[in-house]
């Protein structure tokens, strides 16, 4: 069934959100509005033919789905205004890091909505290849399909339970900068050993890709497909053991949990 849709927040994520649903032709740009206060930045996304407005309440009247993509601490002053257009029909998703479904309820004051989503993609949003996990509150399952199918769009989804929000935030969304920060330190050694910045990058990005579609595509385990790759005496495992010897998947594991005590500490 075809829905418009309300994007509360054109900004980063908002914005990508809606490039990817267009783009894949999920919707077409006359079923989507995007809101900011400053809707001149919006002015290219009109063009294409998408309604831009500053009127939060307005554009959450008007649509059938309301998707806030704000800034955690802009969220609550957000629902307040968009609260009376709520109607029990209406689908409300959140991108917002750490506000719970509950804390959104209280919000509304009311259970004037029944569906509430949380989704937690990831940048690769722009390019429709994000990781989103996504959770549900009073649902019914054509709803629950048609959020799926809204996030598939813009790469792969899964639904968790919510409790597993915080978690799914540090390893799907903080991961992006985690697994940039592996490719840069890649690049960084390539350099040294020999190449250009511009050929070391692409090495690098492209050798990334290319293990993580070995997994996505195969369903292995990563130390089976390092086994093909670690000749015995040879380069590859000399060059795991220095790194593990350095701390390297222990100072992974530590920096996630780290990022997760973060999310914790600041609710
Ligand atoms: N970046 C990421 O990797 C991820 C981010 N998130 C979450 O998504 C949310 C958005 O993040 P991101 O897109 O990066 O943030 P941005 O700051 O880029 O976007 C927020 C947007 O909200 C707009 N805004 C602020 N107040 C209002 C208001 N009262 N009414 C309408 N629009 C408003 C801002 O525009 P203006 O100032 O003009 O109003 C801005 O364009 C955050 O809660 C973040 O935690 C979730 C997953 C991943
Ligand atoms: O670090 C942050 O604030 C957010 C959470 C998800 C991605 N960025």
């Excluded at 109607?87 to 750490?98: C, E, F, H, P, Q």
């Excluded at 019914?140 to 598939?152: M, R, T």
């Excluded at 990058?201 to 093909?228: F, M, N, R, W």
Aim: aromatic share 4%; proline share 3%.
């Amino acid at each position: 069934m075809s829905k418009t849709i309300a994007i509360i927040g054109g900004g980063n994520l908002g914005l990508s959100i809606a490039e990817g649903l267009t783009a894949g032709g999920f919707l077409s740009p006359g079923q989507i509005t995007i809101t900011r206060r400053n809707t001149t930045l919006l002015q290219p996304y009109q063009q294409q033919g998408m309604t831009i407005t500053s009127d939060n309440a307005a554009a959450a009247a008007a649509a059938d789905v309301i998707l806030l993509a704000v800034k955690p601490f802009q969220i609550r002053e957000v629902i307040r205004e968009i609260a009376p257009s709520l109607m029990a029909d209406k689908l409300l998703i959140s991108v917002v890091t750490g506000v719970s479904t509950q804390e959104m309820r209280s919000e509304l004051l009311e259970d004037k909505i029944p569906a509430i989503f949380r989704a937690m993609p990831n940048t690769a949003v722009a390019i429709r290849e994000s990781m989103t996990c996504l959770s549900h509150s009073k649902a019914k399952e054509d709803q629950v399909n048609w959020v799926l199918e809204l996030f598939s769009q813009v790469g792969r989804v899964v639904i968790i339970d919510e409790k597993l929000m915080d978690a799914a935030t540090v390893l799907g969304a903080c991961g992006t900068a985690y697994a940039m920060r592996y490719i840069r330190a890649n690049i960084q050694g390539g350099i040294e050993i020999g190449f250009d910045a511009k050929t070391a990058s692409l090495i690098a990005a492209q050798t990334v890709k290319g293990a993580a579609e070995l997994l996505l595509q195969k369903g292995t385990h990563p130390e089976y497909e390092i086994d093909k790759v670690t000749t015995p005496k040879g380069c590859t495992i000399a060059g795991l053991n220095e790194m593990e010897h350095q701390g390297f998947s222990s100072s992974l594991i530590k920096g996630i949990s780290a990022s997760y005590v973060k999310i914790q500490a600041d609710k």
